[in-house]
């Protein structure tokens, strides 16, 4: 097949989707008469073709996708505002260590947090898709280990963990810092103090 008009084939389909494709997917298109390593290099290619165009193709975990730039996102929020959505720090503390640690089990969070994770943060991270339930940890009780998912990679534009943001020490509380640098979201400290106050009277 031409490589223009099997692009074209690509572009279209990405285009068309509102979930990142995986190569493997794509090679569906072509019946797998196009193998993995050209499907790869078109990809580049049309990556290449929509460097100075207001949406960009890029490769995030779990397949590619079209975005919209993030400098011309502004101008689009203009027309549909929305808020970035509000998490308390205990949240953003809790998937921080999550993403940093893991698999980590919720007695190992309430170790570095100092105080006890609420069912409402942990079921409110599994709800979004960020964080499931890997297996268990072979000891008493048999504990869930809790890991980070593709969608949590996808959403924030990350190919693997390893696109985190570098600690530049192993101190546990910049953790939810340096994630902060990589989600969009505002902080409600109301919510923060009352979270924790509750989990406090818990772990008494």
């Known amino acids: ?5 099997a692009k074209n084939i690509l572009e279209a389909a990405l285009l068309c989707s509102v979930e990142p494709i995986a190569v493997k997917e794509l090679m569906r298109l072509f ?3 196009i193998d993995a390593s050209v499907v790869t290099t078109l990809l580049e290619d049309l990556r290449r073709d929509w460097t100075h165009k207001g949406l960009e193709l890029v490769q995030v975990k779990t397949g590619w996708r079209f975005q919209t730039r993030e400098d011309v996102k502004r101008y689009l929020e203009q027309m549909n505002p929305e808020k970035p959505p ?16 893991q698999p980590v089990t919720r007695g190992d969070i309430e170790s570095i ?6 069912t409402q943060v942990m079921k409110a991270l599994e709800d979004r898709g960020w964080i499931e339930s890997i297996g268990h940890r072979d000891a008493p009780g048999r504990p ?5 998912t593709p ?15 570098a600690l ?7 953790l939810a810092d340096e994630l902060q640098k990589v989600i969009p979201f505002d902080l409600d400290d109301s919510e923060t103090a009352e979270n924790d106050e509750n989990q406090q009277a818990q772990s008494n």
């Open 151 to 165: 969608q949590f990679l996808a959403d924030l534009n990350l190919a693997s963990l390893s696109d985190l943001p």
């Open 31 to 33: 019946d797998d008469a």
């Open 113 to 118: 947090r100092g105080v006890t994770v609420s």
């Open 86 to 101: 509000k998490y308390s720090r205990a949240t953003m503390e809790t998937l921080a260590i999550i993403a940093y640690k």
């Open 144 to 148: 869930a280990l809790w890991a980070t």
């Open 168 to 174: 530049d020490d192993e101190k546990d509380q910049q």
């Open 1 to 5: 097949m031409d490589p223009q008009r």
